[in-house]
């Protein structure tokens, strides 16, 4: 098994984060 | 013990008899083999028992349904409530003008010459330290927008100024960046930003000259490309400069044509990152936000949406080996629904927590003029859409019941779930490629 990504619980730890939607986007702040 | 409810497999990937396993909630991704596999659907085996600790650390195997919902609903009490433990992040617009006429401008509707004025700026970088020592911030980082944020300086160099100098005295890290169409950035403007903690300038193109040149003319008409390029190249060793990019299916394939023409002139691997996105939706006119228009850009998340072309985009920046913002593989944290986080100050000081929704008073949160925000943003806090997902759906964690402009536009409130299961279904295999590669790759 090899960890690519470690996760978390800890929501600060597992970005990114961000208004992101929908997935796969980048966010929706782009003019 | 269990499986958790929130892996996504993907089969086969790097290569045969090789799986790849995400998991929503924890966002971990590893790879394991044929026979891990195997133990994980039986739970049962040495492998399994081997990496046993791991698996649990990462959430990929929980000890049953109780601990896993109590994990879930701590993860949703984090984004809403702690979000003043990541950085603290505000985009200011220094006015609602703007030199270009974007045919998909999500603020058509309440474009104005408003520009923020000495007072109003004053306003905010009080409500800004107020706001930073009541929450005993370590980070703070502006982004200065429009509008043309360009078109106003003095409100940048103003605030900016003032929240280095309070920061150094306060040990706080504080840096901006510039959302800017690119036609008014020049060297010594960049120098005079540096001073104050300038650290990125994103400039927004559309695809090469001619589909850029079709979706972002300046408000005569004129074409734009040439002179957003000069300018880059004007100020590309002085700061870090990004490309982001809306397309639609039309100019979506030139993308790979601006990426040559940047490479040829010397730019593409000077620029920091690339992010491009769908357009999507506006609201309607400001007497009557509802009506909302571009609806059928909301199709990119159906059937035949734009997941292709969302993709092949990914996979032409990877294969040029440029840098991605995000892989995709995002945690959807709305801003409407986080606590202090993702705030927006507008030319008049209004306060939003959405940036499609600005311009409309009705849906602003506060004012900089008082230190509280306002009931809106109570109601919007309290908004947990997630609740009423499915289940068994493995992405709640990610889409937390979805966009709240998106429940919006299709069903007139904000509390509403905007489910849009099958994209997720549809994308999110490519995504975990996507980010295997990536981080395989830049490693």
Known sequence: MEVIKKGSDNVSEVGPLGCCFPVGTENLRIR | MKLSRFNLWVENYP?????????????ALIKIDQELKENLEQLSGSKLKENLDALREN????????????????????????????????TILTTYSCNFK?????EESVRE???MDKDTSDLVIQWLINRAEKRNLKKIYLVYYGGEPLLNIRPIYDISWHMQDWARKSGVDFAFGVITNGSLIYPDLVDKFLSVGLKEVRVTI???????????P????????????????GIIDKVKVAVAGNFDRENFSSIPRLLDYLDKEGLLYKLDYFAFAPIVPRLGPKENPSAIELSHCLSFLEKDGLFNEVLS?????????????????????????????GVTIDPKGLIYK?????????????DVRNEEFNQKHDQFLNIDAWDKCPADCPYVPMCQGGCRLFSYLENKNFSDLSCKRGYFDRITPELIKLEYEKLTKQA
Request: charged share 30%.
């Open chain 2, 15 to 27: 290569e045969q008899s090789k799986y790849l396993l995400f998991n929503t909630r924890t966002q």
């Open chain 2, 59 to 90: 959430g990929i195997i929980v000890k049953d349904e109780e601990e896993e919902n109590l994990k879930l609903k701590d993860f949703f009490r984090q984004l809403k409530y702690e979000s003043d433990k990541l950085t603290f992040e505000t």
């Open chain 2, 102 to 106: 974007c045919d998909y401008c999500f």
């Open chain 2, 113 to 115: 010459k408003i520009f």
């Open chain 2, 206 to 216: 559309d695809g090469d000259r001619e589909a850029h040149n079709k979706n972002r």
């Open chain 2, 218 to 233: 300046f408000s005569d008409g004129q074409p734009s490309f040439d002179l957003i390029i000069n300018n880059i190249k």
């Open chain 2, 313 to 341: 985009i990914k996979r032409e920046l990877l294969k040029r080996k440029l840098k991605l913002r995000t892989s995709g593989l995002a945690v959807n944290a709305c801003p409407l629904t986080m606590q202090d986080a």
């Open chain 2, 354 to 366: 959405c940036n499609s929704l600005l311009g409309y008073p009705e849906f602003s949160v506060g």
